[in-house]
């Protein structure tokens, strides 16, 4: 509720980039346990039955780099 309050189409009087509203959210995941990303995307994912376009997307960091 926070993502969607504060930077997306919902409603917040704290919203760090006043009245600009973001379209979507980029998981830059470069570490951790990867626990709940998939929680977290379903939810926002929710949003677009709602009339609003919510776009994913994800960037995910290869902890070994590809063999040459």
Not at 10 to 15: D, K, N, Q
Not at 21 to 28: A, E, Q, T
């Amino acid at each position: 509720m926070y993502l969607w309050n504060n930077f997306l189409g919902g409603r917040s009087s704290s919203r760090p980039l006043g009245d600009a509203v973001l379209n979507g959210i980029d998981f830059d995941i470069e570490g951790g346990k990867g626990r709940h990303w998939d929680d977290l995307a379903r939810f926002l994912s929710g949003y677009n039955n709602s009339g609003t376009r919510v776009y994913l997307t994800a960037a995910p960091q290869c902890p070994f780099p590809d063999a040459l």
